[in-house]
């Protein structure tokens, strides 16, 4: 049995309020009603919370190290990093910043774990 033909026709995009504008250039802003719909950041609820969805661009090492850490740590990522902002803006924490001279870095682990070591090794590692 010979497949169905689907039936296919093509849009025309809607005609320009004003032609000589258009042709112009100049730009009017159309009231949009998807717009006054939507908020531009929504929130998502999750039980009691609230969450904002935000895209984090972080440097390749700093995102794989943090990937470490999680995992050492045995911790979720979205509250570790909730976790560094909320101490890194706080009033109290903003003082205390400011009150110190240099900051001395501690280091978070003495030797790295053995999966560590071993993840050094392979040789496609360059390429995570």
């Known amino acids: 049995m010979p497949k ?12 320009p309020a004003n032609i000589d504008a258009f042709v112009s250039g100049e730009t009017q802003a159309a009231p949009s009603a998807k717009a006054a ?8 609820k999750h039980g009691s919370r609230e969450f904002r969805e935000m895209t984090l661009y972080l440097p390749a090492e ?6 470490f850490f999680c995992i050492d740590q045995k911790r979720d990522v979205n509250t ?3 976790e560094a902002v909320t101490h890194l803006v706080t009033p109290e924490s ?11 870095p501690t280091p978070v682990f003495s030797e790295p ?10 040789p496609w590692r360059q390429f995570v």
């Open 4 to 15: 169905k033909q689907v039936a296919v026709s093509l849009r025309k995009p809607p005609q």
């Open 94 to 104: 903003a003082a205390a910043r400011a009150s110190e001279v240099a900051p001395t």
């Open 62 to 67: 700093v995102a794989r190290e943090l990937a």
């Open 80 to 82: 570790v990093v909730a």
């Open 37 to 44: 719909v939507t908020s531009p950041d929504p929130l998502i």
């Open 113 to 122: 774990p053995l999966w560590r070591k071993l993840l050094a090794l392979t």
